[in-house]
């Protein structure tokens, strides 16, 4: 898809925020003829805090439940990096819900700040444990990652 299709596509996209914080932003993009886009942003680097956290979770099992198909982005590049628990408690959610992400994320993109080999290593577990069948990219390139998510 060439670029002034691309923009095209984003100019028509409605996005709807479903949740945000100091931390972290969670919306929904839906385009003509795109699955909706679901998109988590970090926006500070702030710790999540235990409250955020669930918050974040309970939002995305709110999604889950009315979506039957969709794609996901998280744009980490203003992440702070996450305490073991808070990863826990994502991978616990993830496990819990792999049936219906396994089924219904289509793809799924991640763009990681550079210089950042702590984030890096909380993400590459995260992957191992929860092990997403979806096409996916981690990457430093938000621009990589937008072009995959066209795909």
């Known amino acids: 898809m060439g670029r002034g299709a ?7 996209a ?17 385009a003509p003829g795109r699955v909706p886009h679901l998109r988590l942003t970090a926006t ?3 710790a999540l805090s235990a409250s955020e956290v669930a ?7 709110e999604f889950l439940d009315k979506e ?6 998280w744009d980490l590049r203003r992440a702070a990096v996450p305490s073991a628990g ?15 992400l396994d089924a219904n ?12 080999p702590a984030l890096v290593a909380v993400v590459k577990l995260v ?11 981690v990457s430093e390139s938000c621009e990589k990652c937008e072009d995959f998510m066209l795909g």
């Open 6 to 12: 691309v923009a095209l596509l984003m100019a028509a």
């Open 14 to 30: 409605q996005t709807r925020v479903l949740h945000e914080s100091d931390a972290v932003r969670i919306s929904v993009e839906r």
């Open 44 to 46: 500070q680097k702030l």
């Open 55 to 61: 918050a974040v979770l309970r939002v995305s099992s």
């Open 68 to 73: 039957h198909t969709f794609m996901t982005s």
């Open 86 to 100: 808070v990863a826990w408690e994502c991978i616990r959610w993830a496990l819990k819900n792999r049936k219906r």
């Open 105 to 116: 994320n289509k793809r799924m993109s991640i763009c990681m700040p550079p210089g950042q």
């Open 127 to 137: 992957f191992s444990i929860c092990a997403p069948v979806n096409p996916h990219i």
